[in-house]
């Protein structure tokens, strides 16, 4: 019995089965293909960012370094919020940072005129890491840090 038989003289609804047994089969067969990415795992941890005089710092980025440079994850941030509060970010939304001690960089990038580009309202050496002079540690548990506050 020839195939098409089997669908009568209408082939389309075989090549629809054919089209979707193929599509079933590379989804189970490749799973996880795609960019390669191997996560590393992430735990909780926020903040607070204070100014010299104790004042919050709102709409600040941060983003955490690791100090031996070795991590092939991406770097954790966050963006502060009104009271200087963040929740760090490593790929999800709020889930945190690998395990390890981190140099931090801080920038807040902010626009004076809605017709120019933003500039940076911070100090530019705590936007590099070789002048931050800010380190954190992330522990293997949930992490609430201590007020990070700027010089």
């Known amino acids: 019995m020839d195939y098409c038989c089997a669908f009568g003289r209408n082939t389309s609804r075989f090549r629809v089965l054919l089209a979707f047994v193929c599509i079933a089969w590379v989804a189970v067969a490749f799973p996880g293909c795609g960019n390669g990415e191997r996560r590393v ?16 710092v709102a ?7 690791p100090v031996d440079g070795t991590s092939k994850a991406p770097k954790p941030r966050a963006t502060t919020d009104r009271e200087g509060r963040f929740q760090l970010t490593t790929y999800d939304t709020g889930d945190g940072a690998p395990d390890g001690e981190f140099i931090v960089t801080v920038e807040q990038w902010l626009r004076d005129d809605p017709n120019e580009a933003p500039t940076n309202h911070l100090p530019p050496a705590l936007g590099k890491q070789d002048s931050s002079g800010i380190r954190i540690s992330i522990a293997k548990s949930e992490n609430i840090l201590e007020p990070i506050q700027l010089r």
């Open 41 to 56: 795992a992430t735990y909780k941890a926020s903040g607070q960012l204070l100014a010299a005089d104790g004042k919050a």
């Open 59 to 65: 709409s600040a980025l941060i983003v955490l370094h």
